[in-house]
């Protein structure tokens, strides 16, 4: 390790969103509108010595450099959206009730194309074998940097998720076709389509099979759906251990174009334009339909879908509507995504004590129309 930047720290690191017009004006989001994540300082590795260590319940423990990963394993392209859990939580505490945690927009969210080996390959090469009558979990860890609320940053998800082909885990070595930069965990990082990005393991040096969860706070006690009555941190702590850690990200859309508090000008046939962008739940997309409406929703029009040709399962859509609203202040554009397990986006999700997995109907507020 060559040292952190000094402005990042583990009591202030970097956290930050992109202004959500310009996270809706690509399909693929450039690393410079991307949004970051980070629950301590940003390493700065070398990819010339950092190794992944594969062990645990493996017959051939493994030390893999990043050379070895990219040339002894088939790489893997895949197009997907990396979601923070808690993306969108403002609306939740605005909408529903104070909650804890960063006060994330709508913009925490990225599309982009990563490209790795399969994890599946390396863990094979690792002599993984799955047994049903034992639940096996693989554990990502970075020993790297110290982070708030741990000496180090851990997540694990089933084996059965990373030895499935359909499922298209990756060690991911660049992005959108360029080595990953070290925000995004150059030299390499955990990829989980359709998974909360708590679990996309940045700087990732140790994978191992385990007959357990990750025993990381991030894992254990942060980034899950607590019930209602968890209403603060002495009510929550009997919930900690037996809640379900958040795995699949939940369908969302967004309203990105316009934004809340704008004033817009209608065209000369007296529409309004509405972008955004919509996800599907999990591993159950395309998106493949998203709704507007303009009366709180008592009628709902269909979105344009952008070019499904890029599309993957696990991708965003950008979608757009002409609507026609009526000039006046306080005006409301909501939107609505369906995808093709049959998820249709609801008005409001569970509230939740952390604020994460918010997936109410996308809104833009308190617009005036002239």
């Known amino acids: 390790m060559t040292g952190t930047h000094t402005d990042y720290s583990v009591q202030s690191p970097l956290n930050r969103e992109p202004p959500i017009k310009k996270l809706v004006s690509s399909f693929l989001t450039p690393d410079d509108v991307s949004y970051d994540r980070n629950h301590g300082p940003i390493p700065h590795l070398s990819a010339d010595t950092h190794t992944v260590r594969v062990d645990g319940y493996v017959s051939d423990s493994l030390s893999l450099s990043i050379?070895?990963?990219?040339?002894?394993?088939?790489?893997?392209?895949?197009?997907?959206?990396?979601?923070?859990a808690g993306n969108r939580r403002h609306t939740m505490r605005t909408m529903l009730k104070e909650v804890q945690?960063?006060?994330?927009?709508?913009?925490?969210?990225?599309?982009?194309?990563?490209?790795?080996?399969?994890?599946r390959d390396v863990l094979l090469r690792a002599g993984v074998t799955s047994d049903p009558s034992h639940k096996l979990y693989v554990a990502f860890s970075c020993y790297q940097v110290e982070c708030q609320e741990d000496d180090w940053f851990g997540s694990s998800v089933e084996l059965e998720r990373c030895l499935d082909e359909d499922k298209d885990v990756i060690l991911a070595l660049e992005m959108n076709g360029f080595p990953l930069t070290p925000n995004h965990g150059y030299p390499v990082r955990v990829v989980l389509p359709g998974v909360a990005g708590a679990r996309w393991v940045k700087w990732v040096d140790h994978v191992t099979v385990q007959d357990h969860e990750s025993s990381n706070f991030y894992q254990q006690r942060d980034y899950k759906v607590l019930?209602?009555?968890?209403?603060?941190?002495?009510?929550?702590?009997?919930?900690?251990?037996?809640?379900?850690?958040?795995?699949?990200?939940?369908?969302?859309?967004?309203?990105?174009?316009?934004?809340?508090?704008?004033t817009v000008t209608l065209s000369e046939t007296g529409t309004l334009e509405v972008k955004g962008y919509a996800v599907p739940h999990g591993a159950d997309g395309p998106v493949t339909r998203v709704q507007v409406s303009v009366d709180e929703g008592r009628s709902w029009v269909d979105a344009e879908i952008g070019d499904s040709s890029k599309e993957t399962k696990w991708c965003w859509v950008l979608w757009r509507a002409s609507v026609r609203v009526e000039k006046g202040a306080g005006r409301?554009?909501?939107?609505?995504?369906?995808?093709?397990?049959?998820?249709?986006?609801?008005?409001?999700?569970?509230?939740?004590?952390?604020?994460?997995?918010?997936?109410?109907?996308?809104?833009?507020?308190?617009?005036?129309?002239?």
């Open 67 to 84: 050379r070895q990963l990219q040339t002894e394993f088939l790489q893997h392209e895949v197009v997907c959206a990396l979601e923070c």
């Open 101 to 119: 945690g960063i006060d994330w927009g709508d913009a925490a969210v990225m599309n982009c194309k990563w490209k790795g080996p399969s994890l």
């Open 227 to 262: 019930p209602p009555d968890a209403v603060d941190s002495a009510s929550a702590e009997p919930y900690w251990g037996r809640t379900p850690a958040m795995c699949d990200t939940p369908i969302n859309s967004v309203v990105g174009v316009p934004e809340d508090g704008e």
């Open 332 to 370: 409301v554009i909501l939107s609505r995504a369906f995808d093709t397990g049959g998820n249709v986006q609801q008005e409001h999700s569970q509230w939740n004590l952390r604020g994460v997995g918010y997936n109410g109907y996308g809104r833009a507020t308190d617009l005036t129309v002239i």
